[in-house]
């Protein structure tokens, strides 16, 4: 049986303590390779994430699918967590947003990783 999902690089997050209001790293984050797939979002998709980083001038949109374990970080402000960077084509993602697959058949996740636009 042939698989669509290939090996990707994901560069986990660091691990940091807060000292007197900044963040200090005490522990580079790991760099790990999942199996997945990677593919351009639906339009819909692409002005969704778009819609939800309210505003973001974004370059490019990756989705990436994937088993639902292990559980990737993604960022969210006001949980106070760190996202991953997924490295696609010699470029980092960060990952942006998440969804649970519900095709019914194959448990999977889908993450989406968003590239800014540099200054």
Known sequence: MSSFRR?????MPDAYELVKGQKV???P??????????????????????ADLGGARI????????SPEPRLP???PEAGTEPCYFVWQGRRY?????????????P?????GVQELEE
């Not at 090996?7 to 560069?11: F, G, N, R």
């Not at 199996?35 to 994430?49: E, H, T, Y």
């Not at 960060?94 to 194959?106: P, Q, Y």
Request: with cysteine.
């Open 74 to 76: 993604i960022a969210d």
């Open 94 to 106: 960060r990952c942006a947003a998440e969804r649970e697959g519900l095709a019914g058949v194959i």
């Open 7 to 11: 090996p990707l690089t994901v560069q």
């Open 59 to 66: 370059d490019r949109v990756i989705m990436v699918t994937t």
């Open 29 to 50: 984050g790991a760099t790990i390779t999942i199996m997945a797939s990677v593919q351009p979002p639906r339009l819909f998709d692409f002005d969704q994430v778009k």
């Open 25 to 27: 790293v005490t522990a």
């Open 108 to 112: 999977h996740m889908q993450y989406y």
